[in-house]
T-cell receptor, first 113, second 116 residues
Framework: AQKVTQAQTEISVVEKEDVTLDCVYETRDTTYYLFWYKQPPSGELVFLIRRNSFDEQNEISGRYSWNFQKSTSSFNFTITASQVVDSAVYFCALRLSGSRLTFGEGTQLTVNP | GAVVSQHPSWVICKSGTSVKIECRSLDFQATTMFWYRQFPKQSLMLMATSNEGSKATYEQGVEKDKFLINHASLTLSTLTVTSAHPEDSSFYIC????????????FGPGTRLTVT
């Protein structure tokens, strides 16, 4: 069975601070995909990134970066120079070779001005 | 591309009535759609997988007679909450799988159901 753990329920930072959201996953499969989604107060899920299990390269997209480490089964997400608009719930998710997504519990990020 | 819509975006109904939520893939054909439920401050929980032209597959603990799913066309799946009760109040989100895309899912904007 697969599982995703986001140990941080809530994080509060001040604008311009860097913040890292943790994600730890469990699976016995060797082929899998990891995702991060943002859910603003409106509720709509916004896709941020997908990473497959064979690609451990870190990725940077603007102020966002992701650190994938298979050795620790982690896929952490860092926001650099956070902004108020980054305030949202962020979900990490795992998908095996089929379509089924398993979501973590989510991390509520609040960026204060 | 790969846009998924849901209708209505929010609905309030009285206890005991039924409510239908539509999920449409606007610019692609989706043979598989998924229905999720999200309670306040909780994660998304998969309710069922809907395949066009066949019966939906429900997750353990989800009442198939209460949550009727119909996927009659390649662009439309519907979720009907029958005899709704206040505990069914939740945020319902659908997603559609894009064919030939390594099983990627695109999510609808969600429907907030309040049962009074």
């Amino acid at each position: 069975a697969q599982k995703v753990t986001q140990a941080q329920t809530e994080i509060s930072v001040v604008e311009k601070e860097d913040v890292t959201l943790d994600c730890v996953y469990e699976t016995r499969d060797t082929t899998y995909y990891l995702f991060w989604y943002k859910q603003p107060p409106s509720g709509e899920l916004v896709f941020l990134i997908r990473r497959n299990s064979f690609d451990e390269q870190n990725e940077i997209s603007g102020r966002y970066s992701w650190n994938f480490q298979k050795s620790t089964s982690s896929f952490n997400f860092t926001i650099t120079a956070s902004q108020v608009v980054d305030s949202a719930v962020y979900f990490c998710a795992l998908r095996l070779s089929g379509s089924r997504l398993t979501f973590g519990e989510g991390t509520q990020l609040t960026v204060n001005p | 591309g790969a846009v998924v819509s849901q209708h209505p975006s929010w609905v309030i109904c009285k206890s005991g009535t039924s409510v239908k939520i539509e999920c449409r893939s606007l610019d692609f054909q989706a043979t598989t759609m998924f229905w999720y439920r999200q309670f306040p401050k909780q994660s998304l929980m998969l309710m069922a997988t809907s395949n066009e032209g066949s019966k939906a597959t429900y997750e353990q603990g989800v009442e198939k007679d209460k949550f009727l799913i119909n996927h009659a066309s390649l662009t439309l799946s519907t979720l009907t909450v029958t005899s709704a009760h206040p505990e069914d109040s939740s945020f319902y989100i659908c997603s559609a799988r894009v064919p030939l895309s390594s099983y990627e899912q695109y999510f609808g904007p969600g429907t907030r159901l309040t049962v009074t």
